[in-house]
């Protein structure tokens, strides 16, 4: 929904999900130096033909794509930004955005390549998150993984506090839907852009960027229970809000949400979400360890030089 809202201001563009900005960043050395031409064609042509990215998405011309990149800065972050540009600029659009779920856990990674980013955190409450993630049709896992996900998403954007106060802003889903002319505002504000009125109506602008059929969230053209917050009350089993407050706790309070007083969580449950949340903090960790040993390895630099502040960001690294 807050895609649509953005989508529809008349300087942003949002495209649907793709899956290439950070998969390119972690596949990076096997496109070899990107200051080579011969690799930056390799680069473009692995985002348009592999089917896992959803270059499809935006629908570009993939050959004209990768020809320029060819010719655009040689890094890794110029090319994904040439592809989101060029989708901002088939709206006519001068700004663009990325909306993935995942990359709460990549900020990092996605500063390197963009350096002047910002970041736009909706929080939503974790029970009602919880309850959706239940009855997506994508969603393959148990009630276990949707609790962990939603504190690890938690404690992501709490990190993510300490950007700069022009890189981060935070607002929360149940303040959307109350008032979202003043939400939206003041989310602007932050962004640099005037309000415009169009931007709470994303209804009706998903009719031409989403269709139905392809959709994951089959409330994203209108209002559905799975939208009104506080669902979760009609939605989840006793037993499940018990586990969400039990674990959640903390963090849903330190959000604003009030807990029901619920009985506490039967343990075995609770160590349930918590071997799973060591055993994802593991693979995080060996994961960011490689990382910085190839940071060591790098052949030039990562980072979008397509604007002036990024060149400026760039040069200050």
Request: hydrophobic share 40%; glycine share 8%.
């Amino acid at each position: 929904m807050l895609r649509l809202m953005l989508h529809a201001h008349p300087r942003i563009a949002v495209p649907p999900e793709t899956r290439f900005t950070v998969p390119a960043y972690y596949y990076r050395f096997a496109f070899g130096d990107l200051r080579e031409e011969p690799n930056r064609r390799r680069l473009g042509r692995w985002i348009v033909r592999d089917g896992d990215t959803g270059f499809e998405e935006l629908g570009l011309d993939g050959d004209r794509f990768v020809e320029d990149v060819v010719v655009g800065p040689p890094t890794l972050g110029s090319a994904i930004g040439i592809a989101f540009r060029s989708y901002a600029a088939r709206h006519g659009r001068p700004r663009w955005a990325d909306r993935r779920s995942g990359h709460h856990h990549q900020v990092d990674v996605i500063r390197r390549l963009f350096p002047d980013a910002q970041f736009v955190h909706l929080v939503r409450d974790g029970r009602d998150c919880v309850a959706s993630l239940k009855e997506m049709p994508w969603y393959t896992r148990d009630v276990f993984h949707a609790v962990n996900s939603w504190a690890e998403a938690a404690d992501c954007g709490r990190r993510a506090r300490r950007l700069p106060a022009d890189g981060y802003y935070e607002l929360r889903y149940e303040d959307l839907m109350a008032d979202p002319e003043i939400e939206l505002g003041k989310l602007c504000a932050f962004l640099g852009e005037d309000y415009d009125p169009a931007m709470a109506e994303p209804c009706l602008v998903a009719r031409g960027v989403i269709p139905h059929a392809r959709s994951p969230y089959p409330n994203a053209r209108g209002e559905g229970v799975a939208l009104r917050p506080g669902s979760w009350t009609s939605r989840l089993e006793p037993w499940e809000v018990s586990l969400c407050e039990t674990v959640l706790g903390e963090r849903l309070a330190a959000f604003g949400y009030e807990p029901t007083g619920a009985p506490a969580a039967d343990r075995a449950h609770v160590a349930a979400v918590e071997e799973i949340a060591a055993r994802r903090r593991r693979a995080r960790r060996r994961q960011e360890v490689r990382d910085r040993i190839n940071r060591f390895r790098e052949r030039g630099p990562v980072a979008a030089q397509l604007t002036v502040r990024q060149l400026g960001e760039l040069a200050r690294v």
